[in-house]
């Protein structure tokens, strides 16, 4: 289920990302519906990451949605384990 909202997420920063520079505002409205998709899968890879502390995959998912979703504090607890 997580990989379903994380890959929404992904398609949905990737058309955010394609936009011209003078798309703001939906450059913008893009990010936010892509962060919430990933809020969304968030606690699905954390749960996975504590049956599975070695899978480097879920490690790199899991900073891509704390980096998206600000949560830097996540982003250094990650980091540091």
């Keep these: 289920m997580g990989a379903l909202y994380y890959n929404k997420g992904v398609e949905i920063s990737v058309k955010a990302n394609d936009l011209p520079y003078d798309?703001?505002?939906e450059f913008n409205r893009l990010k936010e519906e892509a962060s919430k998709e990933f809020l969304l899968a968030q606690p699905y890879f954390e749960k996975a990451l504590e049956?599975?502390?070695d899978d480097q995959g879920l490690v790199k998912?899991?900073?891509q949605i704390y980096n998206?979703?600000?949560q830097?504090?996540?982003v250094a607890e990650l980091k540091n384990r």
């Design 68 to 70: 998206s979703t600000n």
């Design 51 to 53: 049956i599975m502390p």
């Design 61 to 63: 998912s899991l900073m």
């Design 72 to 74: 830097s504090d996540k």
């Design 23 to 25: 798309a703001e505002e």
